[in-house]
């Protein structure tokens, strides 16, 4: 299985049987029903809500880059934005400004750009 291909079922249910997780093993540990589980990593249903997002995260050990693909791809299988975005973009107003300037004109280069410099920070900020 193509994994940039994935969808978010399809994720969920790779990692957990990577990990040796039953589907009923996993749905009681999440409190769901297995029939539940069963469809979201079908695709029958959507990604669940935030809340039991993080909870899947914590069960498969979901964390860093795979925690931001995980949260990507619920919100494509939404056909929304990442569940953990949303909070952030709106406590800020800077933030919201920012991205209103940017569409429609930054291309993927500036964007590009922008991410190195905040990577660059962050590093400075861990010496």
Do not use: C, H
């Not at 039991?52 to 990507?72: N, Q, S, T, V, Y």
């Not at 949303?86 to 800077?94: L, R």
């Amino acid at each position: 299985m193509d994994q940039d291909n994935l969808k978010f079922g399809e994720f969920i249910a790779k990692r957990r049987i990577d990990l040796g997780i039953t589907l009923r093993g996993m749905a009681d540990r999440l409190e769901i029903t297995a029939a539940y589980l069963s469809d979201i990593e079908k695709g029958r249903r959507n990604p669940p809500e935030k809340p039991l997002l993080e909870r899947m995260a914590a069960e498969l050990m979901i964390i860093g880059d795979a925690k931001d693909r995980m949260f990507d791809l619920a919100g494509e299988g939404r056909n929304e934005v990442a569940p953990d975005l949303p909070d952030y973009i709106m406590e800020s107003d800077i933030v919201r400004a920012a991205l209103r300037t940017a569409k429609g004109v930054a291309t993927e280069d500036d964007w590009q750009q922008f991410i190195k410099k905040l990577q660059e920070k962050g590093k400075q900020n861990e010496d």
